[in-house]
């Protein structure tokens, strides 16, 4: 991993649309070099987003947590691939055949071309979820809690050939242990300490992420809702190193 804390923050651009998008990306200039796309930007500007981002010189991480028969998502990770993106992601409880058809993909498309593939990871719980909602909205029997099923959506992830989890920074050192140094863990719900944790319910600060073992931390709203985001992407950069 590189030691440079730019290459280890991710900043969620969860705008409505490309100008916004990009006009706050150019803004951002050199302070942030890694970018997530997820749902609400992808529905609005599409595929063109990833690309004009690249132009920009800017990594990807395209956060649509594919979750579908292992077909499907195999078509998605090809398409993912050849779109050029650095990082994307599945649902872990889409199950090991539909992982596997994932990482599968994702090598045969990236040999076909020759270039660099992407890493994927598997999503395993949202930290939007604890242990209430799991149980009483969705039906999960926890009966040792969060934490066990996530470390085995991680274990079954890497199994199938993933190359990490996006998980919470909670289960961060509990992950690592189980799954080894080079299994990447990436951290959403940070929160620093002089933001309020929003709707995120399992959340840590930048220092305390890394401190448990998290490879890269994503941080949207603490940034892109500042009053001036380059300080605060210049805080938390500083909180990382």
């Known amino acids: 991993m590189n030691p440079d804390p730019r290459e280890r923050l991710i900043v969620a651009l969860d705008f409505p649309s490309a100008d916004e998008a990009l006009g ?30 690249k132009t920009l010189g800017k990594s990807v991480f395209l956060d649509m947590k594919f979750h579908d028969i292992p077909n499907t998502v195999a078509g998605a990770a090809a398409s993912a691939t050849r779109l050029g993106v650095d990082m994307f992601n599945v649902h872990a409880l889409g199950g090991m055949a539909m992982m596997r058809a994932a990482a599968d993909a994702v090598v045969r498309t990236a040999s076909g071309l020759e270039v660099k593939r992407p890493v994927v990871l598997a999503v395993t ?7 209430r909602a799991l149980e009483e909205e969705i039906g999960f029997s926890l009966a040792n809690g969060v934490g066990p099923f996530v470390i085995a959506k991680a274990r079954q992830a890497k199994e199938a050939g993933l190359d990490g989890v996006v998980a919470s920074p909670h289960e961060a050192a509990a992950i690592r242990a189980a799954c080894g140094s080079s299994f990447q863990i990436v951290t959403p719900g940070i929160r620093p300490s002089w933001e309020h944790a929003n709707d995120q319910k399992r959340v840590a600060t930048p220092a305390e992420a890394l401190a448990a073992g998290a490879d890269r931390i994503v941080v949207g709203r603490p940034i892109t809702k500042a009053r001036d985001p380059l300080e605060a992407a210049g805080k938390i950069l500083a909180e990382m190193t």
């Open 24 to 53: 706050f990306a150019e803004r951002m200039g050199e302070i942030v070099t890694f970018y997530k796309v997820g749902l609400e930007l992808f529905s609005a500007a599409g595929p063109e987003i990833v690309e004009r981002l």
């Open 125 to 131: 719980v949202l930290t939007s979820l604890d242990r």
